[in-house]
C-alpha cells in the first residue's frame, strides 16, 4: 500500500485531494497537512512515501518546507501548484520547487465532473503511483539551484551505466530532446551547462501539464545561457536557442524551420518524442541527435529508433541518473539509443557533436 501525506491550506481541496487517490489503487491517505510546518511534522512522524504539497501556504510555505523535508526525511513530493493562466508567481515557484527536490508539477484539478478534471485527477494518481518506490538522497543544505534531483529507481540498485564511446566531433547540427516526469530538472541540468555560443538549435518535446509550457520554458531560460522560447510554427532555426513544444501540438521541423502540428496524439502524447525524432531524422538525417531523458512509458524509442537508422546519433539517460527510468529503457532495449549516458554526460557531448570550441582554444 502507498501511503500519502496531502498538504494544503484549503481543506475543501484536501478533501478533493483525499477523494481522487481513494480512486487509485493501491494508494491510502495516512494525513493530511494544513500548512508547511505541520507537513514536515507529518512526514517525521508518519514517513509516508509520497507527499503532495501546494507551494503556497501560511506559517511555512512549500518551498521551505520541501527544502526542510529533502534535509530530514527525504520523501517524493508531487506538487500540486494553482493553474498557470491565473497565478504565473505560483507556478514560477512551482518550478523553483524542482530545484530543490520534488519530482512532479500538476495542476490543482477543477471543474468536477468536467473531462478536464478526470485528466488532471488521473495525472496526479499516476505521479503518486510511479514515484512512490523512489529512494531520495538527502541534503543539509539546497543543492546548486541546477541540480535535478538524485533519486535511484524502486527499490533495486541501478545497474552500471556503460561507458560511452566519445561522441564524434561536429556531426551534428541539430539536438532533439524527449522527456516526461523528472524530465524538466534533467534539461534544466543540461542547459545550464551548455555555453551560449552553442552552434545547433535544441528541440525539447516534453511531457507537461496543459497550461504549464509556458512557465516551464520561462523557468529554463532563467538557468541556461541559451535562449529558451515556445516554439512558433514557421520559425526558423537559430543556433544556441531551445525551442519548448506547445501542449497540444507536436513539435517538428521541416526545411530548417520549426513545424508545429495537429496530427493525432502518438501513443497518447502531442507532443510526442517519436514525432519529433522521426521528423528530425527525415530531416536532418546523419546530422541529428536524439536524447531520451526520464519519463514514464515508451515515448520516443520509435522515433529515435529512426534517428540512429539514418546514421545520427542517440542515446538515453542513464538508469542510475534517472527519475522515472521507462522511456530511456524502452529506448535502449529497443536499440534506439546506441548510448547510456549520466546526466552530467549529456552536456559535453552535445557540445562534442555540436563542435563547439570555447574561445582561446
Not at 522527456?179 to 543540461?190: K, M, Q
Amino acid at each position: 500500500m502507498i501511503r500519502c501525506l496531502v498538504v494544503d491550506d484549503a481543506r475543501a481541496f484536501r478533501a478533493v485531494l483525499r477523494h481522487i487517490l481513494s480512486t487509485a489503487p493501491g494508494v491510502e491517505v495516512v494525513g493530511e497537512a494544513c500548512d508547511g510546518r505541520e507537513a514536515v511534522a507529518f512526514v517525521r512522524t508518519l514517513r509516508p512515501d509520497v507527499v503532495t504539497m501546494d507551494v503556497r501556504m501560511p506559517n511555512l510555505d512549500g518551498l521551505e518546507a520541501l527544502e526542510e523535508i529533502m534535509r530530514v526525511a527525504p520523501t517524493p513530493v508531487v506538487v500540486v501548484s494553482g493553474e498557470a493562466d491565473r497565478a504565473t508567481q505560483q507556478l514560477s515557484l512551482a518550478f523553483r520547487a524542482l530545484q530543490l527536490g520534488a519530482i512532479e508539477v500538476l495542476p490543482k484539478p477543477r471543474d468536477p465532473g468536467t473531462p478536464r478534471f478526470e485528466r488532471e485527477a488521473e495525472a496526479i494518481r499516476q505521479a503518486v503511483r510511479a514515484i512512490a518506490g523512489l529512494v531520495l538522497v538527502g541534503r543539509r543544505r539546497p543543492g546548486p539551484p541546477l541540480r535535478a534531483p538524485a533519486p535511484a529507481p524502486n527499490r533495486r540498485p541501478p545497474r552500471a551505466a556503460p561507458r560511452p564511446a566519445p561522441a564524434p566531433a561536429g556531426v551534428a547540427e541539430l539536438v532533439a530532446i524527449a522527456a516526461s516526469t523528472g524530465g524538466p530538472a534533467a534539461l534544466a541540468t543540461i542547459l545550464a551547462a551548455l555555453p551560449r555560443e552553442l552552434p545547433v538549435p535544441v528541440l525539447v518535446a516534453q511531457h507537461i501539464a496543459a497550461g504549464f509550457e509556458g512557465g516551464l520554458a520561462r523557468w529554463l531560460g532563467g538557468v541556461t545561457r541559451l535562449d529558451v522560447r515556445l516554439a512558433e510554427d514557421g520559425a526558423p532555426l537559430a543556433p544556441g536557442t531551445v525551442y519548448v513544444a506547445k501542449d497540444g501540438r507536436h513539435l517538428g521541423v521541416a526545411r530548417r524551420r520549426v513545424r508545429l502540428s495537429d496530427d493525432p496524439p502518438v501513443g497518447g502524447f502531442r507532443p510526442s518524442g517519436t514525432h519529433l525524432f522521426a521528423s528530425v531524422a527525415r530531416e536532418y538525417g546523419a546530422r541529428a541527435a536524439g536524447f531520451v531523458l526520464s519519463g514514464m512509458g515508451s515515448d520516443g524509442a520509435e522515433g529515435l529508433a529512426l534517428v540512429r537508422a539514418a546514421g545520427g546519433y542517440t542515446a538515453a539517460q542513464s538508469e542510475a541518473s534517472s527519475v522515472i527510468f521507462g522511456m530511456p529503457r524502452v529506448a535502449l532495449e529497443a536499440g534506439a539509443a546506441a548510448h547510456e549516458l549520466d546526466l552530467e554526460e549529456i552536456p559535453r557531448v552535445i557540445e562534442a557533436l555540436a563542435a563547439f570550441r570555447p574561445a582561446g582554444r
